[in-house]
């Protein structure tokens, strides 16, 4: 077999601080299996800017300016990490038989992609990086990441359990993962999905190298109800699950209620009778609230509007 030419993909938003600090070791990876003849010397480093604020674009003008393996993609504006991610997926699927994404903050152990290539050699079409544990976590993204994962599995949406977006997929993945037209992305589960021959190769998961988190809760919060969102009616099911055992319990109250004034005790009652008003008001403002959140799933996706824009590339 032929060494297949590589594409990292890396989205980065906002990351001077950590780029230039990375690239370096992304770099001598990639020469490094180069040398080993383990993949082609086309292979690259490529980076997408997210619409940073920052120099981060131009650091990555600067990187492939240095080095012909850098290249780079820069987005018209900031459209979040799993739409910069495809960008980056769909720009290297046609120039290359495999590519890993990645983050750019090198917590994503680069030296487990020798592995994830040994296991392209043998045959599997994707390979998911999970992490072995969570001790670089603080305790509040490690319990509610993992609380979510279980969430998801509840909810019956396929997951690889503690991968997040750190995997090898072959062109061939990546032709049936462009396919997909969804503008509410969430890879992790549209990966799945795809299926063919896959895999799982282990990593520690290191601390940020420098910078902050771009993935602050109201993110995390976002993606995860496009995961649930996206992938999974059961929230609707469960409503009318709900909403099927709060009129049997009505059945048994107006037995009642009907009893009690036949024995002419109807007077007193106003307590029970504001709590269920109250209670039911509720339920059913989260009802609608969960179902608007599909109604407005279905309202963009038929805008059809492109998921991100490339504005700039270096000229590679
Ligand atoms: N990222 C991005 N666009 C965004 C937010 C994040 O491209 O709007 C990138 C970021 O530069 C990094 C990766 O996504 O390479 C993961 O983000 P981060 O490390 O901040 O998330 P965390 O590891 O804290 O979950
Ligand atoms: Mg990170």
């Known amino acids: 077999m032929k060494s297949p030419i590589l594409y990292l993909v890396i989205p980065c938003y906002n990351e001077e601080n950590v780029l230039n600090l990375t690239a370096p070791m992304f770099l001598d990876k990639v020469k490094l299996l180069v040398k080993q003849k383990k993949i082609s010397a086309k292979s690259k480093v490529l980076f997408v800017n997210d619409g940073s604020k920052d120099s981060t674009w131009q650091i990555i003008e600067q990187l492939s300016a240095s080095d012909k393996t850098y290249c780079g993609i820069s987005l018209s504006r900031n459209r979040g990490h799993q739409n910069a991610l495809l960008a980056g997926l769909m720009e290297a699927k046609d120039k290359c038989d495999i590519t890993v994404s990645l983050d750019c903050d090198g917590q994503d152990d680069i030296n487990a992609v020798d592995k994830m290539v040994e296991e392209y050699l043998n045959g599997c079409d994707i390979v998911y990086g999970v ?116 009129a049997f319990i009505s059945l048994i109250g107006i037995v009642w209620s009907v009893v009690i004034a036949l024995m002419g005790n ?12 109250c209670f039911l008001g509720g339920i059913q403002l989260l009802s609608i609230g969960i179902i608007g959140e599909y109604v407005g799933k279905i309202y963009l996706e038929t805008k059809h509007r492109p998921k991100y824009i490339i504005e700039k590339k270096t000229n590679d």
Request: charged share 20%; glycine share 6%.
């Open 266 to 277: 109807s007077v007193s009652g106003w307590a029970s009778t504001v709590s269920i008003v």
């Open 131 to 246: 992490r072995s544990s969570r001790k670089s976590d603080t305790f509040f993204k490690r319990t509610t990441a993992q609380g979510f994962y279980k969430f998801l599995k509840f909810m019956g949406v396929e997951t690889v359990y503690n991968h997040a977006d750190y995997r090898l997929m072959s062109s061939s993945v990546l032709s049936e993962l462009a396919k997909f037209e969804e503008v509410n992305l969430y890879l992790r589960g549209l990966v799945t999905l795809v299926g063919f021959k896959s895999t799982c190769v282990y990593y520690e998961r290191n601390e940020r190298i420098a910078g902050e988190s771009k993935y602050p809760l109201k993110k995390m919060i976002s993606l995860a109800l496009d995961g649930i969102t996206s992938f999974s009616v059961k929230p609707i099911r469960l409503i009318t699950n709900f909403g099927l055992l709060v």
